[in-house]
């Protein structure tokens, strides 16, 4: 391949991995991770609620890594919380596993900012060194594409196998208990699922350019190790 459209591939990978660091910063930040509605079940059941009766009893929950909010309906009304993770509920939730979203995010921003550099260094630079080569890009492309998979997987396994949001809404509360309704994984759950599939996209684009996989022989190398076993 000619290198102007090298340059072009590793380019546009480039500038797609600088803007994957951005949103996946970006996305830590907010409380739209996941929006949902969380049911006053104590309340509907003294009072037996069923269809419209039942919305009076469905407050709204909205919440992201480390704060969020939600509102308490009881039937008298909805009364806005507002609640932090650190350290107000790291009793109730799986620390170690929301923990660990938080930090496989932070490699997904680091790592992705580190391909950046390397990609736009062998589309204009000399590379010299293995890591700095086409074999060092897949490596920068996989790293945080493994991360971006890590914290979809983990923060889903938190929500839905741990019930994150039952444990959020029944925190502090002694004589009703809370049921979640529903969830919907919000604007910032995706734009980590995004970041990731650009990495994966990344990768197929060092393989446009001409490079092959590693760990991959090509037929010339294959050739040679047959003639070398002749001999």
Request: positive net charge; charged residues 10%; glycine residues 10%.
């Amino acid at each position: 391949m000619p290198t102007r459209q090298k340059k072009v591939l590793f380019s546009t990978a480039g500038i797609l991995s600088f803007a994957c660091t951005l949103g996946a910063a970006a996305a830590i930040g907010t409380q739209l991770w996941l929006r949902g509605s969380v049911l006053c079940k104590t309340g509907a059941l003294l009072v037996n609620a069923t269809g419209e009766e039942l919305q009076k009893f469905l407050g709204d929950i909205q919440y992201g890594l480390f704060h969020g909010q939600w509102v308490r309906q009881c039937g008298l009304g909805g009364r806005p919380v507002r609640f932090s993770f650190f350290p107000d509920l790291l009793n109730i939730i799986p620390a170690s596993i929301h923990v660990s979203v938080l930090l496989f995010a932070a490699a997904l921003i680091a790592f992705a900012l580190v391909g950046t550099g390397f990609f736009m260094f062998n589309a204009f630079g000399n590379p010299y060194e293995t890591l700095h080569g086409p074999i060092g890009l897949y490596l920068w492309s996989f790293i945080p594409c493994s991360c971006g998979c890590l914290v979809l997987i983990l923060f889903s396994s938190e929500v839905k196998i741990h019930h994150l949001s039952e444990k959020i809404a029944n925190y502090k509360e002694g004589g009703f208990m809370f049921q979640t309704h529903s969830e919907q994984f919000g604007k910032s759950f995706w734009i980590i699922f995004a970041c990731t599939s650009v990495h994966v996209l990344n990768i197929f684009l060092i393989r446009l350019a001409g490079f092959q996989f590693p760990f991959s022989k090509s037929k010339d190398s294959e050739t040679a190790g047959t003639i070398d076993l002749m001999y």
